[in-house]
């Protein structure tokens, strides 16, 4: 079954529901190598976290260490055009964390790799999900980051797309339940009324996370979406 699944998650680009026909259909398959490693939601480390997904992902590519992924985690998200204020916030947040929590992200600029680094920098492990062939980086500005998430101990890529598939808008909502389904806890630093940091929040309500947001003034334009979740009634964020 894996090597079926692996061949439909390639010839479909992880498109859930063309894979879930050619399952019912049994549609012939080819045995074929993948140049990464990966895991399938028919094998026992396949997290319980994403099966929990209305539309949890075949197949996994990774690279680094895939121990971790079944380890307590927390996810964070925020903007990529990050402000001084968040981005120190993100990283206090961490530092206060226990060290054995993975943090969990979306190798974006701004807070996602703010939240990558500082849990490397303070020897904390942590997942990056991607929204594009597991080969391929994106933002390439990150190329440092990824290199190294993937080669550190306390390190682990993952992608539902295999080798250099270029990202496309549509991909990142699928990145982002992924993310939201990871972490037991999901953690807003910063987001407007109309982000895909919005969209994650939704998929993890959906999956009865708890929310935690990093409150802004009340004319700060930067974090109306995070007052607006606040107002909803998600957990504040407070200094330790």
């Known amino acids: 079954m894996k090597r079926r699944l692996l061949y439909y998650t390639i010839k479909y680009k992880a498109d859930y529901t063309k894979i879930s026909k050619a399952i019912m259909n049994n549609e012939p398959f080819k045995n074929i190598e993948s140049t990464c490693q ?16 209305v539309k949890p992902p075949y197949v996994l ?19 990529r055009d990050a402000i001084d204020y968040a981005i120190e916030k993100t990283k206090s947040c961490i530092m206060n964390m226990n060290d054995d929590i993975v943090i969990v992200s979306g190798l974006a600029k701004g807070i996602d790799a703010t939240a990558h680094q500082t849990a490397l920098q ?11 062939g597991i080969d391929y980086i994106y933002p390439y500005s990150n190329r440092d980051l990824y290199h190294t998430i993937c080669t550190s101990f306390n390190g682990l890529v993952i992608s539902e797309f295999y080798g250099d598939l270029k990202p496309k808008p549509y ?3 699928y990145r982002n339940r992924i993310i939201a389904a990871l972490g037991e806890k999901l953690y807003v630093m910063q987001a407007s009324l109309r982000s895909g940091t919005l969209h994650t929040v939704n998929e993890a309500l959906e999956l009865n996370r708890e929310i935690y947001v990093l409150p802004y003034r009340t004319n700060d334009e930067f974090g109306i979406g995070c007052n607006y979740l606040i107002q909803q009634g998600a957990n504040i964020i407070f200094d330790n």
């Open 171 to 173: 991909y990142f909502p």
């Open 61 to 79: 590519f990774y690279k680094g260490n895939i121990e971790i992924l079944n380890d307590a985690a927390v996810s964070i998200v925020g903007s």
């Open 38 to 53: 990966y895991i399938t939601i028919c094998d026992a480390d396949y997290p319980d976290r994403l099966r929990e997904l």
């Open 122 to 132: 303070s020897n904390r492990k942590t997942i990056a999900v991607l929204g594009c």
